[in-house]
Nanobody
């Protein structure tokens, strides 16, 4: 149905930046929302940033002013520019896509996750 390929995670020092990418492929007819979630050890998965049709965006309070979400509809790709990273940003980041696919209704699809580790 839908495959999500994430990239861009890694190990950085506090204050540095990373850019995550998530490319969707498969029998996709349309994409509504695309976003990023993260889960740190011992914590629940939380919304980091999300964008929907029309360009509306939503950010977690902890990342406002530091992270920027964007999307390339032609490439079916969503990006997360992460600046001024700190240790609290350390987590596994998951891409999420709400899409309409052939033979199915609208549904949510998840990437396998990419590790972001920020050291100080």
């Amino acid at each position: 149905q839908v495959q999500l390929v994430e990239s861009g995670g890694g190990l950085v020092q506090a204050g540095e930046s990373l850019r995550l990418s998530c490319a969707a492929s498969g029998s996709i007819l349309s994409i509504n929302a695309m976003g990023w979630y993260r889960q740190a050890p011992g914590n629940q998965r939380e919304l980091v940033a999300r964008t929907i049709s029309g360009g509306s965006t939503k950010y977690a309070d902890s990342v406002k002013g530091r992270f920027t979400i964007s999307r390339d509809n032609a490439k079916k790709t969503v990006y997360l520019q992460m600046n001024s990273l700190n240790s609290e940003d350390t987590a596994v980041y998951y891409c999420n896509v709400n899409a309409l696919v052939l033979g199915a209704a609208w549904g949510d699809y998840w990437g396998q996750g990419t590790q972001v580790t920020v050291s100080s």
